[in-house]
Each structure stands twice: as structure tokens, then as C-alpha cells.
């Protein structure tokens, strides 16, 4: 009778705690999506999306783009169309485009392609300002050449500002666990209404293993992704990209750390401020910079107008601490 009726109370218990929960998932008036319902949108999302995103082939290799509007304009990654020679875009359908380059925007890895095809269905966009951390998202592209492959994970977080391999820092990247596998570039992240809300560019690479880091992926925000491409779109070139720029070429240092100032561009910020060639600078706004990709990276997260505190090794071995009002990086022909 004892167990009777501690099985009867752990019954109730449990009732209570799954109507808890189930109250929990219900936002305090809608019911909970079902598994039913959420496969259904996964469905309907692909079935959606596939005819906006592309394959993109070169000489060197494929990778994915999506449809930018009717005129045959296709957004993609600015390394997936690198190296030269002909391009070439495969739709959905199978059918086979000569591509001709548009333009690039190497500092945020985005360029534009055209083709002249008819009835291309451009993908619409959602503002990536609106993402939250843990949405469903889906990514659609076109990974070791298997076109119109899905992958489906959440966003894991925002505003993270990641380096690619050529030293490109990307900012306000979109971490997602949707795998980006080799061929993803270029493609589609897309919410569950079939929006576009980012363009994968890269996997995160796990240290320890030297190989790629699952469920570690980023994507160019889709605010950026309008941004740039409306420009390239317009006038061929980025006219304004909203990056700080100081104004310098430099490279790595060996021996003490920093990076080692081998130009300055005349009136440019750098020079205003007083930094010199043979200058080394070591940190900018109090985060050290020992080699180049750590200085794009600390670029990439500042605006122009900003006045950051920039110190400096000077080559007769001083140290200064020097105030630089950033410029706007020019973008490119």
C-alpha cells in the first residue's frame, strides 16, 4: 500500500512538472510547435529557398552563391571567385551560365557575379539585427559539389569577429552550428520563413586537431550583405565600406612581438598621428596586436571617426603611446 501510493505521488509530480514545462514552451499563449510542424517548415523552407541558391565553379574550384535580384546579379563569397580565369553559375534546374565578375570586397569576403538568365527568383532578406541567439536557422548551398544540400542548426551567437585564413577579419559574424561544409561558401543561412540572413563563409578550426571544429560555424550578417552588395551592384566598387582604417602596410614581427610599419599612406591616419615606417605597433585601444591578423581584427571592430590609443615601438627602440582619429577604409576599384 506504501509503494501504491508513493507511485501514486510521484505520478502527480511528474503531471505538475510536465505541465510546467509545458506551459514554459508555450510563450504564455501560443501552443508549442510540434515535431509534425517543424519538419513541415524544414520542407517548406528548402523547397522555398532551392531555386535561389547557385553553384559557382572556377578554375580552382566550386562554391555556392544566391540570387541577388531579376537583372542576374549573384551574391557570393570574394574568396570563392579569387585566382582569375572564367566563372561559370549552374542553377538548380541544371542549367549552365557564363558568370561575369562584377566586383569584390575582399575585407568583408562578399563579391558579385552576373548571368544573363531569365526567370532567376532572387531570395528576400531579413534584417540580421533581428537575429536572437538560439534561433532555428538553415543553411543551403552547395558542399562538395552536391548542389541544394541542407544543414540545420541555431544561432550560437552574434557579433563575433572572426579571422579567415588569408587574414581577412570578418565582424559582427553570425556563429551557427548548421555545418558549412566545403563547397557552403557563398550560400544561404536562412531563418525559418526562408529569409536570408547570412552568407556562410567559414568553419572554425580546432587547434588541438588541426582539422575542422563541428557544429563551429560563421556567416556574414545579411545587414552587411545588403550593404556591400547594393554598392558593388550600383557602381562596380564599394564606395563606402564603414571601416576603420589606419592607413599602413604592415607585416609580422619575429622578435619582440607587433607589427612592423613598412608604409604610411600620406594624409592618412596613421601619418596624421605621427606613426612612421620602422614604426612597430604593438596594441591599439589597449588590445596588443602581435601579428597582422590580430591587427585586422582589432580594425574590424571599430568604426572611422573613432580615436583609439595606438603604442608603438619606434625603430630607435622609444615607446610611445600615440592618439589616432581612424579614417574610413576606400574600398576598391
Known amino acids: 500500500m506504501k509503494d501504491v501510493r508513493l507511485l501514486g505521488r510521484v505520478a502527480v509530480v511528474l503531471a505538475i512538472t510536465f505541465s510546467l514545462v509545458a506551459l514554459a514552451g508555450c510563450g504564455g499563449s501560443s501552443s508549442p510547435a510540434t515535431a509534425p510542424d517543424l519538419q513541415s517548415t524544414f520542407v517548406s523552407v528548402i523547397h522555398e529557398v532551392g531555386p535561389s541558391v547557385v553553384q559557382i565553379e572556377n578554375p580552382k574550384g566550386l562554391g555556392s552563391g544566391v540570387v541577388f535580384d531579376t537583372k542576374g546579379h549573384i551574391v557570393t563569397n570574394a574568396h570563392v571567385v579569387a585566382g582569375g580565369g572564367p566563372l561559370s553559375v549552374t542553377l538548380p534546374n541544371g542549367k549552365r551560365y557564363p558568370a561575369t565578375l562584377v566586383g569584390t570586397f575582399a575585407e568583408d569576403d562578399l563579391a558579385i557575379v552576373r548571368i544573363d538568365a531569365p526567370g532567376l527568383e532572387?531570395?528576400?532578406?531579413?534584417?540580421?539585427?533581428?537575429?536572437?541567439?538560439?534561433?532555428?536557422?538553415?543553411?543551403?548551398?552547395?558542399?562538395?559539389?552536391?548542389?541544394?544540400?541542407?544543414?540545420?542548426?541555431?544561432?550560437?551567437?552574434?557579433?563575433?569577429?572572426?579571422?579567415?585564413?588569408?587574414?581577412?577579419?570578418?565582424?559582427?559574424?553570425?556563429?551557427?552550428?548548421?555545418?558549412?561544409?566545403?563547397?557552403?561558401?557563398?550560400?544561404?543561412?536562412?531563418?525559418?520563413?526562408?529569409?536570408?540572413?547570412?552568407?556562410?563563409?567559414?568553419?572554425?578550426?580546432?587547434?588541438?586537431?588541426?582539422?575542422?571544429?563541428?557544429?563551429?560555424?560563421?556567416?556574414?550578417?545579411?545587414?552587411?550583405?545588403?550593404?556591400?552588395?547594393?554598392?558593388?551592384?550600383?557602381?562596380?566598387?564599394?564606395?563606402?565600406?564603414?571601416?576603420?582604417?589606419?592607413?599602413?602596410?604592415?607585416?609580422?614581427?619575429?622578435?619582440?612581438?607587433?607589427?612592423?610599419?613598412?608604409?604610411?599612406?600620406?594624409?592618412?591616419?596613421?601619418?596624421?598621428?605621427?606613426?612612421?615606417?620602422?614604426?612597430?605597433?604593438?596594441s591599439i585601444g589597449g588590445t596588443p596586436t602581435p601579428a597582422g591578423a590580430d591587427l585586422q581584427a582589432v580594425l574590424a571592430g571599430l568604426k572611422p571617426g573613432q580615436t583609439v590609443k595606438v603604442d608603438v615601438r619606434q625603430a630607435n627602440g622609444t615607446r610611445a603611446t600615440l592618439s589616432v582619429t581612424l579614417g574610413e577604409y576606400p574600398g576598391t576599384p
Open 122 to 282: 532572387p531570395l528576400a532578406l531579413a534584417p540580421s539585427s533581428k537575429l536572437a541567439v538560439g534561433d532555428i536557422v538553415l543553411a543551403i548551398g552547395n558542399p562538395l559539389g552536391l548542389r541544394s544540400s541542407a544543414t540545420q542548426g541555431i544561432v550560437s551567437a552574434l557579433g563575433r569577429t572572426v579571422s579567415e585564413p588569408d587574414g581577412v577579419a570578418i565582424p559582427h559574424a553570425i556563429q551557427t552550428s548548421a555545418a558549412i561544409n566545403p563547397g557552403n561558401s557563398g550560400g544561404a543561412l536562412v531563418d525559418l520563413s526562408g529569409r536570408l540572413v547570412g552568407i556562410p563563409t567559414l568553419t572554425a578550426t580546432d587547434p588541438q586537431i588541426g582539422g575542422e571544429a563541428a557544429g563551429i560555424g560563421f556567416a556574414i550578417p545579411s545587414d552587411t550583405v545588403h550593404d556591400i552588395a547594393t554598392q558593388i551592384v550600383k557602381d562596380g566598387k564599394v564606395v563606402a565600406s564603414h571601416r576603420a582604417y589606419l592607413a599602413v602596410q604592415v607585416s609580422d614581427v619575429v622578435k619582440g612581438g607587433g607589427v612592423y610599419v613598412g608604409a604610411v599612406v600620406s594624409g592618412g591616419a596613421a601619418a596624421k598621428a605621427g606613426i612612421r615606417v620602422g614604426d612597430v605597433i604593438t
